[in-house]
């Protein structure tokens, strides 16, 4: 639907002229007083405080996930579906782990879905690498509530990125597009 021109509205000034266009959406928007009862707002976070006991179920079903996906690679190889599963698995850690409270697990997963898009080929990806990193997401997820841990899994996902880096950088130093995205900072939000 456009706008008629009685709908505009057109201020002019000495040097310039400023056009302003209704807003639609003013029509559905419902402000609300701070101490309202009814705040949407209020309630969204009510309610997410009141599922915050389920996120480390959830992370702890995530982290199964990931674990069968593996498991399934090392039984039958890198096939495509395995590839993709073991990714997903991967990068759905990735963005979930801040928002339930798992931070390192995310930086983790974030190394983890790097090696699986930027390794020419994952069969030639050592083991160990991918174990280290499906094992720290595990430790991650079950260690969460011990306030010594935390340090230590951050520092493990510093150091999982950096190895996983190196060989990255190593095996495609003769694939130029992929080491820029390398070289990139993470993306996974800080502790």
């Known amino acids: ?27 559905v928007l ?4 701070d101490d309202d009862i009814d705040d949407p707002i209020a309630r969204a976070e009510k309610a997410l405080a009141e599922m915050s006991g389920d996120f480390k179920d959830w ?19 890198f096939s495509e579906p395995a590839r993709g599963e073991l990714f997903r698995a991967a990068h759905d850690i990735k963005g979930d782990a801040v928002t ?12 983890l879905c790097r090696i699986i898009e930027h390794a020419p080929d994952l069969s030639r990806v050592p083991t160990e690498l991918i174990d280290h990193h499906v094992k720290a997401i595990e430790a991650i997820v079950c260690e969460r509530t011990k306030l010594d841990t935390i340090s230590m899994a951050s520092e493990l996902s510093r150091r999982l990125r950096g190895v996983a880096d190196e060989y990255l950088a190593r095996v495609n130093r003769d694939r130029p597009e992929h080491l820029e995205a390398i070289m990139a900072p993470s993306i996974v939000p800080a502790d």
């Open 100 to 111: 339930f409270g798992f931070p390192p697990a995310g930086a983790v997963a974030e190394s």
């Open 1 to 27: 639907m456009a706008n008629s021109k009685s709908d505009i509205e057109i201020k002019k000034f000495a040097d310039h002229h400023v056009i302003t266009q209704p807003n639609p959406l003013r029509k």
């Open 59 to 77: 992370m702890v079903v995530e982290s199964e996930r990931l674990s069968a996906a593996y498991a399934a690679i090392l039984a039958q190889g």
């Open 30 to 33: 419902r402000r609300v007083a």
